[in-house]
């Protein structure tokens, strides 16, 4: 998951097209969510954020172990990114996005969208101004000034900008370079830092046989969760069972992905993302990384898999502030139905 650039418009209009479509994943009765006899809520339709590499391979462990089939879902569909995730939950082509609340944030501030988020995948946030020692060396917010930074457009700039004010940077001081996601200019130099993923390009760098510093947003003054799943409240009114068995196969791939990196990683290489010629030990690196940076927590050991914690909520509530999106905890968080899948399911915590 990462930031793209969100073509408003086309989130609005998907606003206005909603209530006229019907949702992905529509149910036809209860489900238990533990499969067996649940009844059919026909097919699951996601929206990833990026492509199909390890980042879902808990989406991947769900559909090869019949957690999505087990839970009353016909057929799952996972459609690849980038894209604007929001527009197609929005238009009910999706019943569930991968995003994050600062993607997703100013969507429901600006427009109005009836959306929220149900669960996270990583309760760090990934992103990183990547560096390379010995040219960039940036260890600190300090280590930014008189520095080129490659960013992207989009939300990655707002965050950037971010970055800088809670850290009292004048942006004056930082040279920002438009980039897109290849992080070529920083290996030939064109730049000493780079917006990253610490579970992504970080790795790419490194393995091209750089030793790498990661700046880490996360550390550094912006905390907020990311690959979260975004709904409709028109969803979470009429298909909350739906949800309910997503989130339940959700964990249990999860779980799955969290224990064996080394499968998270063949069946991003070999199966979902055979055709975009992923490498093996970066798609293993990248799986390693994220369930022990990102996925598994303190938090997480005590409440479950996905969940958000009241502070890591308001952790998020600051950041998005300092990135300009005042927004309360209620109008962008629903972890009812997660908290309702553990209460039904004690065993998930096991």
Not at 293 to 308: F, H, K, P, S
Not at 324 to 349: K, N, R
């Amino acid at each position: 998951m990462r930031f793209r650039s969100r073509p408003a418009r086309a989130a609005a209009a998907a606003v206005a097209a909603a209530a006229a479509l019907t949702l992905a994943a529509c149910s036809s009765g209860g489900s238990d969510s533990e499969g067996g006899d649940a009844e059919s809520f026909g097919e699951l339709n996601i929206q990833l954020s990026w492509v199909k590499n390890a980042e879902f391979a808990g989406e991947y462990f769900a559909i090869e172990n019949g957690y999505f089939a087990d839970a009353g879902f016909d057929d799952v569909t996972l459609t690849a990114g980038p894209t604007a995730t929001e527009a197609t939950v929005l238009s009910g082509t999706a019943l569930v996005g991968v995003s994050n609340p600062v993607s997703t944030a100013p969507v429901i501030l600006e427009e109005d969208a009836p959306l929220k988020i149900i669960g996270t995948t990583y309760q760090k946030n990934p992103y990183t101004i990547l560096s390379i020692a010995g040219k960039g060396d940036i260890k600190t917010p300090a280590d930014l000034v008189g520095k080129k930074i490659g960013v992207q457009a989009g939300p990655n700039e707002t965050l950037f900008d971010a970055l800088l004010a809670v850290n009292e940077i004048d942006p004056s001081e930082v040279t920002k370079v438009p980039v897109e996601y290849d992080p070529a200019p920083l290996v030939n130099g064109e730049v000493d830092g780079f917006f990253a993923f610490v579970t992504n390009e970080s790795i790419t760098v490194e393995n091209l046989g750089n030793e790498v510093v990661n700046l880490l947003l996360a550390d550094n003054g912006l905390p907020f969760v990311a690959e979260s799943f975004v709904v409709t409240d028109q969803s979470i009114a009429e298909n909350r069972e739906a949800l309910k068995a997503f989130l339940y196969a959700e964990v249990l791939g999860w779980k799955d992905a969290v224990a064996d990196a080394d499968e998270s990683a063949r069946l991003a290489v070999e199966v979902y993302g055979k055709d975009l010629g992923l490498d093996a030990a970066k798609e293993i690196a990248q799986a390693k990384a994220q369930n022990e940076l990102l996925i598994v927590t303190d938090e997480t050991d005590a409440n479950g898999l996905l969940t958000i914690s009241d502070e890591l909520q308001k952790q998020s509530i600051a950041s998005l502030a300092a990135a300009g999106y005042e927004i309360d905890a209620e109008q962008l968080f629903d972890m009812s139905l997660l908290a309702e899948v553990y209460d039904e399911h004690p065993e998930l915590l096991e």
